[in-house]
């Protein structure tokens, strides 16, 4: 079956850095939209980043400049490298695949991982 394993998620002072990873079974990878979302308490989920399979990538406003979305075919592996964090990133971050296109996400969905940002 389809499994998408987030990791990397924690507690760090704002200015600090993560990077989550997304570890992808059960598809074939290179042909999947790959894909970052967060839910905060109290507000809907909404899209942080996504890449497509050719690579190309788009972002949220709020973390342009200060996220980078990327992807490893190899390892079948999506990563957020999230710089210079906010109190207002804290929330789950959930990766999520979808076939061929950005347009497409949501077909799976990881179990979330926890990013606070606090000092």
């Known amino acids: 079956q389809v499994q998408l394993v987030e990791s990397g998620g924690g507690l760090v002072q704002p200015g600090g850095s993560l990077r989550l990873s997304c570890a992808a079974s059960?598809?074939?990878?290179?042909?999947?939209?790959m894909g970052w979302y967060r839910q905060a308490p109290g507000k809907q989920r909404e899209l942080v980043a996504g890449?497509?399979?050719?690579?190309?990538?788009n972002y949220a406003d709020s973390v342009k400049g200060r996220f980078t979305i990327s992807r490893d075919n190899a390892k079948s592996t999506v990563y957020l490298q999230m710089n210079s964090l906010k109190p207002e990133d804290t929330a789950v971050y959930y990766c999520?695949?979808?076939?061929?296109?950005?347009?497409?996400?949501?077909?799976?969905w990881g179990q979330g991982t926890q990013v606070t940002v606090s000092s």
């Open positions: 059960g598809i074939i990878f290179r042909v999947y939209a």
């Open positions: 890449i497509t399979p050719g690579g190309s990538v």
């Open positions: 999520t695949a979808g076939v061929g296109s950005l347009a497409n996400l949501g077909d799976y």
